[in-house]
């Protein structure tokens, strides 16, 4: 279900970890009753945070942009994966439209889409890639720092189906998350949407998404006999900010004050000696803007106007008005000196791999997502290839199992999260 990987985080396996693990059959099943009852999102991505005392996701993305960064021997997994995946959503589908975001200048977001595109074909499927981008008008092949090559084909609009020249897709695979709207032509269409329309950006909205997830930390909390608040940071929302006019500070503040006192009370309830931070983050959006890291609710009555500027807008240039305020998660993991944090990729709701997100210019407890990160693929652990690894439960490299448990659980929150806003 979840492949032994190696992991940064060294010693010993954390008291949490080891109750996760003992706890796997428990687990395991309580998680096919979620997927029974709620489906799966297509595919997703989960950012964690391992600070020892917490192990919790920070952000899960529905439209997965690093498909290029997977180890390639994982390869056979995803594909796999994807197999079921297609199965469910549209069983009788032979050819997929691929949508990818519009910025064709990206090379490195062009090679996951190349990556992508490699899986679904592996997976038995006639794939094409349809642009929306303006700027392609007739079939264009970019050139890939790998040295390949993307073939990118305008989409039209034929009645109530996407097509492109000489090609009639049974299903339409969004790998854009729709930041800047739902553009007219993805709407009303007779074709399967993979994911719907209302998972992207323009509908989706972070507190809502980390609202299923507490539900869900409470019911697997309680099925292992843990504290939810070991596995699930605690957030709050603020809406109707402007960061330019400096509208809803006293809001902003207010809200930071109140949760770094709620976290302060946790820490002294664990004895955790570091000192508690929160994380402002624009409540829609991606791609590591509009974030910033705050310990104390002065930071943000006082933000200067290159600050200001920096929250104000994210992807697409669209205005923040809305913010989560989210419990901060130190990381304690790092690779060659430099700060690190687990991204796990799923395919359906098989754990398919995964890499580090490094930064060398960033602390413990900064958002990583940001210009100067680079990835490291996470490689299968050589000995858990060998049958005595069984055994071993408490090998170093099971402690992904754990990681594969919290991001499977935020899959489940997201899943609820679309059922609960499907229009």
Avoid at 9 to 26: F, Q, S, V
Avoid at 225 to 243: E, K, T
Avoid at 248 to 262: I, K, P, T
């Amino acid at each position: 279900m979840v492949p032994h990987l190696t992991t940064a985080l060294t010693g010993p396996l954390l008291e949490l970890e080891r109750r996760i693990l003992g706890a796997m059959p428990d687990i395991e099943h309580w998680l096919r009753t979620q997927w029974l009852e709620y489906g799966t999102p297509f595919y997703a991505s989960v950012d964690l945070r391992n600070a020892g005392f917490k192990l919790a996701p920070v952000d899960t993305n529905l439209f997965p942009g690093g498909f290029n960064n997977l180890n390639p021997e994982f390869t056979p997994l995803c594909v796999q994966a994807a197999m079921a995946a297609v199965e469910k959503v549209c069983p009788e589908a032979r050819r997929f439209l691929l949508i990818p975001e519009s910025h064709t200048r990206n090379t490195y977001y062009l090679q996951n889409v190349a990556a992508l595109l490699g899986i679904l074909r592996q997976a038995g499927l006639e794939v094409r890639v349809g642009s929306l981008s303006p700027d392609i008008t007739q079939p264009t092949t970019l050139e890939l720092p790998d040295g390949g090559g993307l073939r990118l084909e305008p989409v039209r609009r034929a009645g109530t189906r996407l097509v492109l020249d000489g090609f009639d897709p049974c299903a339409v695979l969004l790998n854009n998350d729709l930041s800047g709207g739902i553009p007219d032509i993805l709407r009303g269409l007779e074709q399967t949407v993979i994911p719907p329309l209302h998972a992207g950006w323009a509908v989706r909205r972070k507190t809502r998404h980390f609202t299923a997830y507490s539900r869900v930390a409470r019911e697997f909390a309680e099925l292992i006999g843990i504290d939810p608040w070991l596995v699930d940071p605690l957030f709050a929302g603020c809406g109707r900010i402007d960061f330019h006019a400096r509208v809803g500070e006293d809001c902003l503040a207010s809200q930071v004050a109140d949760l770094l006192s709620r976290i302060a009370a946790k820490y002294r309830e664990y004895g955790v000696e570091q000192a508690p931070f929160v994380i402002v983050k624009a409540d829609a959006g991606t791609y590591g803007m509009g974030i910033m890291t705050v310990k104390s609710p002065d930071e943000v009555r006082g933000l200067n106007r290159r600050q200001r500027n920096k929250m104000a807008v994210v992807k697409e240039g669209l205005q923040v008005q809305e913010v989560m305020i989210q419990e901060g998660v130190y990381t304690f993991e790092s690779i060659n000196d430099a700060v690190a944090e687990p991204v796990v990729y799923m395919i359906d709701h098989y754990v398919v791999g995964g890499f580090y997100r490094v930064h060398t210019g960033r602390g413990v407890d900064e958002n990583l997502n940001a210009p100067g990160m680079h990835f490291v693929p996470l490689a299968f652990d050589t000995a858990c290839t060998l049958p005595d690894c069984a055994g071993k439960p408490d090998a170093a490299p099971n402690r992904f199992y754990a990681y594969g448990v919290i991001a499977r659980l935020a899959l489940v929150a997201a899943a609820i999260e679309l059922r609960e806003t499907a229009p």
